[in-house]
């Protein structure tokens, strides 16, 4: 089973190794293409060398004949010693074969012959020069010959190697070009398996929101988030079948027992009514539909990573209602959920929301009543933000005695206090305040004050340390 998650951080990494692979490939093929063409320069640069100082002895050897005259020995001399060293960087070259070598062989034995025939005194300056003379302008023929052919030779294998590079980023383009649209492809795939599940349980959740309790059990994907949130749906519809089937069976005990007993299952009705429409209340198949409606839109709006934390919120949310929808729970699991919940209504609103939490550090293990919370704060966003264009909640716990006092104040619409003894017919309100007074069997444990265009202030006291009733 593939998780969204998972999904989408792989598909990141291998496009990131793309990315990389991609770079490196074109840097070192362009470091290559350099390369070549350095190489090229060089060869090219140490054979116009071998021409220029071959030219060069011919003008010096010229003069000299002419002159009859050995001031320009010396420079002669380092000429020869210079043309040695530029024969030796020319024969290094790969394009240089044998018979190019034979020619350079040549040019070498001359230079060290007119080397030794210089420092010959018994030879006369004028014959000396003249041999020099005719020598070095056969050799300068020759010279220009191997430099245009080498010339040629160097061309042909740069212009080669320069194919060769070119053919590989070619083909590369074409890999990289093939597996980019391999992984659209890919994404494109998942992405309307995603769709298509969050279109079933859109539909589903619409069903359920009409009261449609037949609708069939969502299947699954192999998404895991989805998966998860298939899986707590299902099991809400079934949950809400059986506490149906349970109000049935005491709609008939109540007409087969006998007035004896009628005051005691009439309170095991209103503890089941109230349980139902607790959990009506909290994971309202409205409320389902509506969170995936604000998936749905985040989906399309391609921020598959904030759709993945808001189906993990739903799910989270299912999985609490489902597993504590009538115990005792520390109002820290109490706060999680509630942050699971504003999370989704603040991407709904975005920065017309906020929310301030005032928490005493010893009132985080109080036990409570599970899902207590959630419906008032639903209830701030239901009826606040009826004219408003923002909301701000306040959130507040804290230990009074042997008591958890909480206080949740909105600064929304509110209502006239003429009205307020009604306020509790609100389904949510009205569970929260049935389900604490058959619980604790106490008044005075919840209370609700608003002003008209002001605010609304809802608190609630949890005794702690006694049983249920």
Same mark, same amino acid.
């Given at each position: 089973?593939?998780?969204?998650?998972?999904?989408?951080?792989?598909?990141?990494?291998?496009?990131?190794?793309?990315?990389? $692979?991609?770079?490196?490939?074109?840097?070192?093929?362009?470091?290559?293409?350099?390369?070549?063409?350095?190489? /090229?320069?060089e060869?090219?640069?140490?054979? $116009?060398?071998?021409?220029?100082?071959? =030219?060069?002895?011919?003008?010096?050897?010229?003069?000299? $004949?002419?002159?009859? %005259?050995?001031?320009?020995?010396?420079?002669?001399?380092?000429?020869?010693?210079e043309?040695?060293?530029?024969?030796?960087?020319?024969? =290094?070259? !790969?394009?240089?074969?044998?018979?190019?070598?034979e020619?350079?062989?040549?040019?070498s034995?001359?230079?060290?012959?007119?080397?030794e025939? @210089?420092?010959?005194?018994?030879?006369?300056?004028?014959?000396? /020069?003249?041999y020099?003379?005719?020598? @070095?302008?056969?050799?300068?023929?020759?010279?220009?010959?191997?430099?245009?052919?080498?010339?040629?030779?160097?061309s042909?294998?740069?212009?080669?190697?320069?194919?060769?590079? %070119?053919?590989?980023?070619?083909?590369?383009?074409?890999?990289?070009?093939?597996?980019?649209? /391999?992984?659209?492809?890919?994404?494109?795939?998942?992405?309307?398996?995603?769709? &298509?599940?969050?279109?079933?349980?859109? %539909?589903?959740?619409?069903?359920?929101?009409?009261?449609?309790?037949?609708?069939?059990?969502? +299947?699954?994907?192999?998404? &895991?988030?989805?998966?998860?949130?298939?899986?707590?749906?299902?099991?809400?519809?079934?949950?809400? #079948?059986?506490?149906?089937?349970q109000?049935?069976?005491?709609a008939?005990?109540?007409?087969? &027992?006998?007035?004896?007993?009628?005051?005691?299952?009439?309170?095991?009705?209103?503890?089941i009514?109230?349980?139902l429409?607790n #959990?009506?209340?909290?994971?309202? +198949?409205?409320?389902?539909?509506?969170?995936?409606?604000?998936?749905?839109?985040?989906?399309?709006?391609?921020?598959?990573?904030?759709a993945?934390?808001?189906?993990?919120?739903? =799910?989270?949310?299912?999985?609490?209602? &489902?597993?504590?929808?009538?115990?005792l @729970?520390?109002?820290?699991?109490?706060?999680? @959920?509630?942050?699971?919940?504003?999370?989704?209504?603040q991407?709904?609103? *975005?920065?017309?929301?906020?929310?301030?939490?005032?928490?005493?550090?010893?009132?985080?293990?109080?036990?409570? +009543?599970?899902?207590?919370?959630?419906? $008032?704060?639903?209830?701030c966003?239901?009826?606040?933000?009826?004219?408003?264009?923002?909301?701000?909640?306040?959130?507040?716990?804290?230990?009074? *005695?042997?008591d958890?006092?909480?206080?949740?104040?909105?600064?929304?619409?509110?209502?006239? !206090?003429?009205?307020?003894?009604?306020?509790?017919?609100?389904i949510?309100?009205?569970?929260?305040?049935?389900?604490?007074?058959?619980?604790?069997?106490?008044?005075?444990?919840? %209370?609700?004050?608003?002003?008209?265009?002001?605010?609304?202030?809802?608190?609630?006291?949890? +005794?702690?340390?006694?049983?249920?009733?």
């Amino acid at each position: 089973m593939k998780s969204i998650r998972n999904l989408v951080v792989l598909s990141f990494s291998i496009l990131l190794v793309f990315l990389t $692979l991609s770079l490196s490939v074109f840097f070192l093929l362009g470091t290559l293409q350099d390369r070549a063409h350095q190489a /090229f320069l060089e060869k090219n640069e140490a054979m $116009l060398m071998l021409s220029r100082t071959v =030219s060069h002895m011919n003008v010096l050897s010229s003069t000299m $004949l002419r002159a009859s %005259s050995a001031e320009l020995v010396a420079d002669y001399q380092k000429a020869m010693l210079e043309l040695e060293q530029e024969i030796s960087t020319v024969r =290094s070259i !790969p394009e240089v074969d044998g018979e190019l070598k034979e020619v350079l062989r040549r040019l070498s034995n001359f230079n060290e012959y007119q080397y030794e025939l @210089v420092k010959d005194a018994s030879v006369s300056a004028y014959d000396k /020069f003249t041999y020099i003379r005719d020598s @070095v302008i056969q050799h300068q023929m020759a010279v220009e010959e191997l430099v245009l052919e080498l010339y040629t030779r160097t061309s042909n294998t740069f212009a080669s190697y320069e194919k060769r590079l %070119s053919t590989i980023e070619y083909s590369f383009w074409i890999l990289l070009v093939t597996s980019l649209v /391999f992984m659209i492809f890919s994404a494109i795939c998942a992405a309307k398996r995603i769709l &298509l599940q969050m279109q079933q349980i859109q %539909s589903a959740a619409h069903r359920l929101a009409a009261n449609d309790w037949s609708t069939p059990d969502i +299947p699954g994907s192999g998404f &895991l988030e989805f998966d998860e949130l298939a899986v707590s749906m299902n099991r809400m519809k079934r949950e809400i #079948l059986q506490y149906l089937q349970q109000l049935e069976q005491q709609a008939l005990k109540e007409k087969e &027992l006998g007035d004896k007993l009628l005051e005691a299952e009439q309170q095991e009705k209103y503890l089941i009514q109230a349980q139902l429409a607790n #959990l009506r209340a909290q994971i309202n +198949p409205h409320f389902l539909f509506n969170a995936l409606d604000i998936i749905g839109k985040v989906a399309f709006l391609n921020d598959p990573e904030l759709a993945m934390e808001l189906i993990e919120a739903v =799910s989270k949310i299912l999985r609490y209602s &489902l597993d504590a929808t009538d115990v005792l @729970v520390p109002l820290a699991d109490e706060l999680s @959920v509630i942050k699971q919940y504003l999370l989704l209504q603040q991407v709904r609103f *975005g920065e017309r929301v906020t929310i301030e939490y005032v928490i005493e550090t010893q009132a985080e293990q109080a036990r409570m +009543p599970a899902m207590i919370l959630q419906p $008032l704060i639903e209830n701030c966003f239901k009826h606040g933000m009826k004219t408003k264009t923002d909301l701000h909640i306040r959130i507040e716990a804290a230990l009074v *005695g042997s008591d958890l006092s909480l206080i949740i104040e909105d600064s929304g619409e509110g209502f006239d !206090p003429a009205v307020l003894p009604n306020a509790t017919s609100h389904i949510g309100l009205q569970n929260v305040s049935t389900r604490l007074h058959l619980r604790y069997k106490r008044e005075g444990l919840f %209370s609700i004050e608003s002003e008209k265009h002001s605010h609304t202030i809802v608190r609630l006291t949890i +005794p702690q340390g006694e049983e249920i009733a």
